[in-house]
T-cell receptor
Framework: DVKVTQSSRYLVKRTGEKVFLECVQD?????MFWYRQDPGLGLRLIYF???????EKGDIPEGYSVSREKKERFSLILESASTNQTSMYLC???????????????FGEGSRLTVL | QKEVEQDPGPLSVPEGAIVSLNCTYS??????FMWYRQYSRKGPELLMY????GNKEDGRFTAQVDKSSKYISLFIRDSQPSDSATYLC???????????FGTGTRLQVFP
């Protein structure tokens, strides 16, 4: 059974703290994505990666960075958390193949982050 | 104007009803259309995938695309309480690396 695992389901952090959200997939997928989901705004793409050590900015990268040192692992980093980063964060992966934007995404269960 | 518009609901229907969920979009280049289902406190999962125009059926679910009207629909027949979830439409074109998601419609099917 395919699986995308997000290490933390619920986190509470304070303003200014550095936050790491970890995502691991066991499907040998090339593509990995980080989204945030907010009521009324839907899913918004933060960053994505098509290969180890590469990254591309999504629609809302400000305040975030990512790391992909291994194929199966994609980390989202909030350098200095702010209250407007309180959200549900969803990691997803998809297999290689063109066109990239058209393949099925496999999502993790989400990490709900609250910044106080 | 958002690229993809979706009524957030909530939509509340009795068990056995036919449900119609819809999205409109503005980008005429979109060719790939998907419906994801998201249960509470879970990540979305792909439900239906359609390329270009036409209908696609899978069990109780039918996805319909009308490119001339820039309108897509998901029909659920004989709805069940287990269908209670948020339904997200998503779409893209050949030249983009990204899926564009609707905001989701929350559906509740009561016994």
């Amino acid at each position: 059974d395919v699986k995308v695992t997000q290490s933390s389901r619920y986190l509470v952090k304070r303003t200014g703290e550095k936050v790491f959200l970890e995502c691991v997939q066991d499907m040998d997928h090339e593509n990995m994505f980080w989204y945030r989901q907010d009521p009324g705004l839907g899913l918004r793409l933060i960053y994505f990666s098509y290969d180890v050590k590469m990254k591309e900015k999504g629609d809302i990268p400000e305040g975030y960075s990512v790391s992909r040192e291994k194929k199966e692992r994609f980390s989202l980093i909030l350098e200095s958390a702010s209250t407007n980063q309180t959200s549900m964060y969803l990691c997803a992966s998809s297999p290689a193949g063109a066109p990239r934007g058209t393949g099925e995404l496999f999502f993790g269960e989400g990490s709900r982050l609250t910044v106080l | 104007q958002k690229e993809v518009e979706q009524d957030p609901g909530p939509l509340s229907v009795p068990e056995g009803a036919i449900v119609s969920l819809n999205c409109t979009y503005s980008n005429s280049a979109f060719q790939y259309f998907m419906w994801y289902r998201q249960y509470s406190r879970k990540g979305p999962e792909l439900l239906m995938y359609t390329y270009s125009s036409g209908n696609k059926e899978d069990g109780r679910f039918t996805a319909q695309v009308d490119k001339s009207s820039k309108y897509i629909s998901l029909f659920i027949r004989d709805s069940q309480p287990s269908d209670s979830a948020t339904y997200l439409c998503a779409m893209s074109d050949y030249n983009t690396d990204k899926l564009i998601f609707g905001t989701g419609t929350r559906l509740q099917v009561f016994p």
